[in-house]
């Protein structure tokens, strides 16, 4: 499968972006989803995740209350929706899929997923 992330720009703090994942080559819609970040000179963070019913959501601390993931299976994209932007969230993002799983089933761990797209700039200017 393949993953073409897209949404990212610049952004005052405030603002809000939605980035977007597309997937091609295969469905996902039985493929637990993530969204992730990193900047250079550190390690991939967790961001966002997804399972592939939907029915199972989970957030970093840090995005909590102001990013929301959700997807379209029959688009086979994946969304972040995020609000109230920080400085400190700029960083290049990245959406990433598993293989298969569970219908209820997701992972903050990198190392879980697959397949990784390449990744979209965030920039949040203060």
């Known amino acids: 499968v393949q993953l073409q992330a897209s949404g990212g720009g610049l952004v005052q703090a405030g603002g809000s972006l939605r980035l977007s994942c597309a997937a091609s080559?295969?469905?996902?819609?039985?493929?637990?989803m993530g969204w992730f970040r990193q900047v250079p000179g550190m390690e991939r963070e967790f961001v966002a995740a997804i399972s592939w019913s939907g029915g199972s959501l989970g957030y970093a601390d840090s995005v909590k209350g102001r990013f929301t993931i959700s997807r379209d299976n029959a688009k086979n994209t994946v969304y972040l929706q995020m609000n109230s932007l920080k400085p400190e969230d700029t960083a290049v993002y990245y959406c990433a899929a598993v293989d298969d799983s569970a219908a209820m089933w997701y992972s903050n761990n990198p190392r879980a997923y697959d397949y990784w797209g390449l990744g979209t700039q965030v920039t949040v200017s203060s």
């Open positions: 080559g295969r469905t996902i819609s039985r493929s637990a």
